[in-house]
Structures are given as structure tokens and as C-alpha cells.
């Protein structure tokens, strides 16, 4: 029978090694963990490596490296899809406005001519039509458009003068509706690095949308850390419809003069510069809150 000192420094070298094994197992699984999150959070070629010799951890990076390999796959697909998408519905967008200017130029002329009440009422709906199909198209360019740019320019704008700017040039707009309108801007000038022309497209859309939609008034506030928010009352609205409000050619009913774009083409620049975009509806209010 062996001396009980050799039993116990036996024993304690089994543990001891154990206890080295799963130390070095609990370090692999968590690098496997924090490799997994960097390569899901990066657009990256690079797979799983681990320091364990362990062959049931060698085994599950190698799956995992499998998965990476048809994620990635997949997403240059789906990237690829969309980049093609979006250049086709470009380039139809862009050919229908030729014909588009040509109907409307015979329709110009027609609309000189002498006709029975009953030809006018016919023209005018013809005119009616072929102004929103324009509009949609003129939409789709301009979505397509922004959704194929991957990155934005950026330069130092004063984001409360941008605004005061896109208010001012739907004075008009509000001023024929009728809506009384309110602004509050900080008294300090708001600067972030933004693109222009992307901050105007979604000032401009969002306010356009609020008119279309107010039932009688537009506020507008903007604080000091850039959180902007357009409310108006809108009862024809509820929260159903205001969740969708962002969605690709989804359209209110009432509002027949929408292409369903504006709003998403807002929310596609306001992302693509780092913002975001959200619609929320609280006792009969419409509100579109943007954080830059």
C-alpha cells in the first residue's frame, strides 16, 4: 500500500492539472467569444484563432470559422443584390423622366386648345396623375441615389441656420395652408459634422411631411445637444400608422398626394450620417424626433 504522502501529492497534482486545463479552456472560450463579437461587428476576412491545443475548442472555432465563411458569403451577395437593385431602379427612374417631360409637354399643349368641359375635366385628371407619377419617380432617383452611397462628405455646419433655412423656404407651404407655426432654436450656434445637401434633404422631407399631415400647426424645437423634434396634431393618425411611417412607399390613405419616400429617404441620410430617425404619437400629436 502506498504511503499516504504519495496518494495525497498525487492527488493534488491531478488537481492541480486540472485545474490548469480548465483555466486554459475558460481563457479559449472567451477569446473564441470576443473573436466571434469583433468579426460580427467588422467587416473582416480574418477568422477564429485560439491558443488552446484542446481539440474539442479547435473543433467548435473551426465551425464557427465555417458559419463566418457562408455569413460572409451571404452578405456579399446580399450586398451585391442591393447595389444592382438599387442601380436598376436608378437607371429606370432616370429614363422615365424623358417620356415623362414629353407628356407633359403635349399636355401643355393640349391644354391651350379648345375642348368641352367634359375633355378639361378629363385633362386635368390626366395632369393629376402624370404630376404624381413624376413625383414618385423623381422620389425613387432620389432614394436610390441615397441609398447607394456608402459614405457621406462631412464638414462643420451650424445645424440650428440649416434648419431656419429649411423652415424658411416652406414659408410659403405653411403660409398657404394656413398652420401656425412655432420655432424654438438655441440662441448659440449648434455645430456637427454633417454633409449639406443630406441634412437639407431631411429637414426638407420632414417638414414637407409635417405639412402635408398637420391638422392646423407645426412646432418645431431644437436644443443644444442637437436633439430636434417637428410635432404637429395629426387625428386622422394613430400609433399603428405612425409606426410605419418609415416604411418604403407606405402611404397614409388621407394623404393621397405622398409617394411613401420622403420619410425614408430622411431616415436612410439621417443614419447614414450617424443620427437617428424615430416617429412617436402621443394625444393626437405626430412627432419626428431627430438626434444628430
Do not use: Q
Not at 473543433?59 to 464557427?64: K, P, Q, V, Y
Not at 423656404?169 to 456637427?192: I, N, Q, T
Not at 392646423?216 to 410605419?244: H, P, Q, W, Y
Amino acid at each position: 500500500m502506498e504511503p499516504l504522502w504519495i496518494v495525497v501529492a498525487l492527488m493534488t497534482l491531478v488537481i492541480l492539472g486540472l485545474a490548469v486545463k480548465i483555466y486554459l479552456m475558460k481563457k479559449s472560450a472567451v477569446e473564441i467569444a470576443d473573436a466571434f463579437a469583433l468579426r460580427l461587428r467588422e467587416d473582416t476576412n480574418t477568422l477564429i484563432d485560439i491558443s488552446s491545443r484542446d481539440p474539442g475548442l479547435l473543433r467548435l472555432a473551426a465551425d464557427i470559422n465555417d458559419r463566418l465563411r457562408l455569413l460572409r458569403t451571404e452578405r456579399l451577395r446580399l450586398e451585391r443584390g442591393g447595389a444592382e437593385l438599387s442601380e436598376a431602379i436608378t437607371a429606370v427612374s432616370h429614363d422615365l423622366r424623358t417620356p415623362l417631360t414629353a407628356i407633359m409637354g403635349y399636355l401643355e399643349l393640349l391644354d391651350r386648345e379648345e375642348k368641352s368641359e367634359a375633355v378639361s375635366r378629363g385633362l386635368a385628371r390626366i395632369w393629376e396623375r402624370t404630376e404624381a407619377l413624376r413625383t414618385l419617380t423623381d422620389e425613387l432617383f432620389s432614394y436610390s441615389l441615397a441609398a447607394s452611397v456608402r459614405e457621406l462628405k462631412s464638414e462643420p455646419l451650424d445645424v440650428g441656420r440649416c434648419l431656419e433655412e429649411s423652415l424658411l423656404s416652406f414659408y410659403g407651404a405653411v403660409s398657404r395652408r394656413g398652420l401656425d407655426m412655432e420655432v424654438e432654436l438655441p440662441k448659440v450656434p449648434v455645430m456637427r459634422g454633417l454633409d449639406p445637401e443630406a441634412l437639407g434633404r431631411v429637414f426638407s422631407n420632414v417638414i414637407s411631411n409635417a405639412v402635408k399631415y398637420s391638422d392646423g400647426d407645426l412646432k418645431v424645437t431644437m436644443t443644444a445637444d442637437c436633439l430636434i423634434t417637428f410635432s404637429n396634431s395629426a387625428k386622422e393618425l394613430n400609433a399603428v400608422t405612425v409606426g410605419r411611417l418609415f416604411d418604403r412607399f407606405y402611404t397614409v390613405a388621407a394623404n393621397r398626394g405622398s409617394t411613401g419616400l420622403g420619410l425614408s429617404i430622411a431616415k436612410l441620410l439621417t443614419e447614414k450620417m450617424g443620427g437617428s430617425v424615430a416617429a412617436d404619437f402621443r394625444d393626437g400629436r405626430l412627432y419626428i424626433i431627430i438626434k444628430l
